[in-house]
């Protein structure tokens, strides 16, 4: 009794304000005490002991790290190494650290933050032991085809956790949209609906555990451990436990919206590829000489191509050339690149598979009120983004702080050191947007890419550059990548590069080191035979002038090769260390199958888009198909394909559907969305809608808006079915508001880096701090939870679109 009465005084916050929770609610012990004992033995005490443990270890651990106990231990300088310098390994290799001890294990794995959230996570389930009734977490089940009271008495009867006081039988004649009933059959009401339904009531230590669980994985995803982990162990754990059965653990991996997010990272990729999306951009980009034509002129190609591939992608891609287009027009990067991530998320929430969220909505919501289809959010959010990008335009002069005037260094002002480095000749095409423009500008805006690190030209007689005109760059193996992928830029040795075959996924940038004796040395390069022998076309030497050809003995060479060619032996006796260059095929652009592939994956993607719209074919049916085409016809190869697919994403949604399940199956879900109904509802409609988007974007300010969308979406069916009794017609418009409501808050989180990974993207590049980020996206923030609550309630119940 000592230790109850302690256990209580010591939780007595947490218990107060789960005593306000269900204040209001009513309770029913069943005579068994004010704890039931077997959940206290399944769920609390054991959660108790191990929390106990674990303090006891880091109080040991403590303990046990005395200062000046352990020396570091130090190791010689890789810079002493001058083979290693000069082979570039002092840039990757990072430091090694000695065998850590297990205390010091420990003390990372179990620090300070998360045992204080095990202690709260605990103090809050007690607290539910307390004041907490099981019938507070009822779960409503329905049974069709029941023909009479008694046997919906029966059925109920027959479980065991049924609760059959709040027994319903109702048999009505409807219309065939379900808007009006009555209990006599008449001319209208031509469908007969009966309905069966009772409540179950969840078992209470099951209850406590998704609870905790949820408490403690919802916090440890915050402090940054992987949210696919996270959850799909929550659901791993549910699945032993009972709580959801074996087969809804792994039903996210087999669900259709899963299924088809894993064949769409092929095909947007096969897009990007084609080189399609440089084109497209280049056009709609144009060149603006007015700072806010040339915003709107980024913000809606970016919505609109994150509304069909992945906006992650989109960025990625946008950062270089938005900074060095700020920079002909006369701004700090800073004016634009948060507004390029918002514009990413605004478009990746106005299709189904403009982001992954969107996908577990459609799963995680009741179906038989509401089924996303593919366009369903297109017409809220096409107005909804083109309303936010007006407000963003007006809100320009709150990103002040971050646009301060670019800080340039002269050429002269730094001294690139050319030991290190390639010299890389590069020749414009006739057709080039650098053709005519004055060189000082575009040194400028190549220079800003990543690895390029001087320019210079070979003939000076125009201060514009000329179609035809060969440029030679400074740059090491990263700048070689850059440039390459640089429209109208062409690498002097490209016509031998070609001959080294088509499969050019296969084709990589290798820095090779000449063995001493190499058969190579001391000539000049004989490029048919290093073809035919190596399967490899060098590029550049390090430390030498563009041209040269005779490498030496320990002299580092730039070189596309064939993969398959690089284990061999004959490689390794020419080369005695060889380092590959990540992510380094060659573009698939500029060549005639190119041309054919890219007319061929373009159509297929509108082909794809037009079935699904038209529900022809299911979206994971026809995304396999198409890949399936793909591969067949040697546009995308099996390899790329694997590559493509992204393990981490698929595993948050299939975790976020067991953790969804089990929210619904324990009765958690129900109760928190009736008592957001309860507080929101006596405001009306419009105030309930604001409530779910002020808690969707707020979850999703610290955790995925996946796991947000799997967390909110099984509460939305109880809302609707609150607020409309049972006219089945506002229950569907209801939920279609509700869950577009949540998609587009979860989908836009514009008041913390952390919310989305397009503005960790952007932070370095526009030089913006987390304050930045509160004070221009909060309130654009504001205005977007005004606008999405009426856009979405127009829309949706006075034009039923």
Known sequence: MLSKFLSCFGLLLPTVALRAIFDGEERDTGGRGIIPHRRLVMVVYPAMAVAAVL????????????????????????????????????DAVEELHPETSFTEDFGKAFTRPRLFAFLVAIALTFALAVFGDNKLFAVEHSLANVASVEACQAACSANPLAHCDSLKFEKRFCTPLGKYCAAQKSKSSTVEFVSCSFSIVPEAWKVDLV?????????????????????????????????????????????????????????????????????????????PQSFHVA?????????????????????????????????????????????????????????????????????????????????????????LSFATFFIMALSL?????SATPETRQDDAAETVSRENLYAVNFSLWPQSPYVGMDFAIASMQLKRLSGVQDMWRKTEEHDCLTGSE???FLVDEIGVISLRQMKGLRIASEDALRALGMERERRHLYEACLAPGSMIADEPFDFDALRQGLGACPIAIRGKDAGACVPEAGDIVLLEADERYVAGKLWQEVFSITKPVPNSSPIRVGGVHDQLR????????????????????????????????????????MTAVYKAIKGPVLLTIAGASGLSMALQASGVAMFAARRLTQYALPGGSICVRVAVYVLSAFLSMFMNNSATVAILGPMLATISRSACDDDILCQQRSMKALTQVMVFAAGTCLTSPLGYQTNLMVMKDGGYTFGDFTKYGGLIQVFHLICCVAVVSLLVDSLDL
Request: proline fraction near 3%; include cysteine.
């Open 55 to 90: 303090f006891i270890c880091l109080f040991v651990t403590a303990l046990g790290r005395a200062p000046g106990e352990r020396k570091k231990t130090g190791r010689k300088s890789i810079k002493d190494y001058r083979l290693m310098q000069h082979l570039g390994v002092s």
């Open 211 to 287: 609870v905790m669980s949820a408490i403690i994985g919802i916090f440890l995803i915050v402090d940054g451990l992987s949210a696919e982990l996270i959850l799909f162990g929550l659901s791993c754990i549910y699945g032993i436990f009972g709580v959801i059965s074996k087969k809804e653990v792994w039903a996210g991996l087999g669900s259709g919206s899963v299924v088809a997010l894993a064949l769409l990272f092929p095909i947007a990729a096969a897009i990007e590829e084609t080189g399609v999306l440089d084109c497209a951009i280049g056009a709609m980009l144009g060149s």
């Open 295 to 383: 915003f709107f002129r980024m913000l809606i190609p970016v919505a609109l191509l994150s509304a069909f591939l992945s906006n992650t992608a989109i960025v990625t891609m946008m950062i270089p050339i938005i900074v060095s287009w700020s920079r002909t027009l006369g701004v700090h990067p800073g004016k634009l690149l948060m507004p390029l991530s918002f514009a990413a998320q605004l478009g990746g929430s106005c299709t189904l598979i403009g982001s992954s969220h969107c996908l577990v909505a459609r799963e995680s919501v009741d179906k038989d009120l509401y089924e996303m289809s593919f366009f369903d959010l297109s017409y809220s959010g096409a107005i």
């Open 397 to 401: 002069p709150f990103l002040a702080s």
């Open 470 to 472: 060969e440029v030679c």
């Open 598 to 637: 890219c007319m061929l994956v373009c159509l297929g993607m509108a082909i794809l888009i037009v079935l699904v719209t038209l529900e022809v074919v299911d979206l994971a049916a026809g995304a396999g198909i198409f890949v399936l085409f793909l591969v067949l016809t040697n546009a995308y190869s």
